[in-house]
């Protein structure tokens, strides 16, 4: 991933000459990660953004954002507000084919759905979780090795049939395979199979920041259970809608789906 540093600088006042610095850059399924002076106060548009009492803070494009969005920053030192524009830049995305699921996977029975509809909402309390502490700021690396099957933001043909964008990275990697912590974090949700995505763990990176590991043969983990990056949390394999064992690594800031795959470099060769 390329990365800019962005400082707005201020000569002669109250605060920090240089206020503000953002890594990363304004793409679609891209993070940025900020650090003002303690106190300071961000918003993304109109949404409050978290700040550690560091003055760490993180802000997320989905995949289909487009336009400009308005980062403001307010110093309550001088009362001051700073406004600048971030234009959010477009990306191509990849046609996905995948044959041989289960119809019901594809196509779920009324009470699959009911039973769809109810772990949806276990997912997104768990995703709910907004701790201060910016776990995220330590980086990221790859959870897993292996062969990468499928990419963030692909549009899935699922059987011949058309459906949701694919928000994932996938490694594929024999079952059983070893599956580690990306960064530090808490785990909030550890589900030994729900109906998609089968074995299922949500780690909480602060902020609102979130990943998620997906269709795992046996979790190692529990929830409200705090890990470094490395400790190993779950093994792979093929539950819910998978056609082979894989890991589907996918993040979350806030209600945006992000790309994994721009916070970690190549994937290390063995």
Known sequence: MRVIFILLCTLGMAI?????????????????FGQVPPGTEVRLDLQQVIVSDDGRFVIGF??????????????????????RTLQVMPREYDIEHVDGLPPRTVTPDPEAAERIREERHLVANAKARRARQADYAAGFEWPAHGRISGVYGSQRILNGEPRSPHYG???????GTLVMAPAPGTITLAHPDLYFSGGTIILDHGHGLSSSFLHLSEILVEVGQQVKTGDPIARIGMTGRA????????????????????????MPQP
């Open 62 to 83: 989905g995949r289909d954002e487009t336009g400009s969005r308005s980062l403001s920053v307010h110093y309550p030192a001088d009362n001051r507000t700073e406004v």
């Open 169 to 175: 990275v996938d490694v594929a990697a024999p079952t």
């Open 16 to 32: 920090p000459a240089c206020a503000l610095e953002l890594q990363g850059e304004p793409v679609q399924g891209g993070l940025m």
């Open 243 to 266: 056609t082979g064992p894989h890991l589907d690594w996918r993040m979350s800031w806030l209600n945006r789906r992000v790309d994994p795959q721009l916070l970690v470099g190549p």
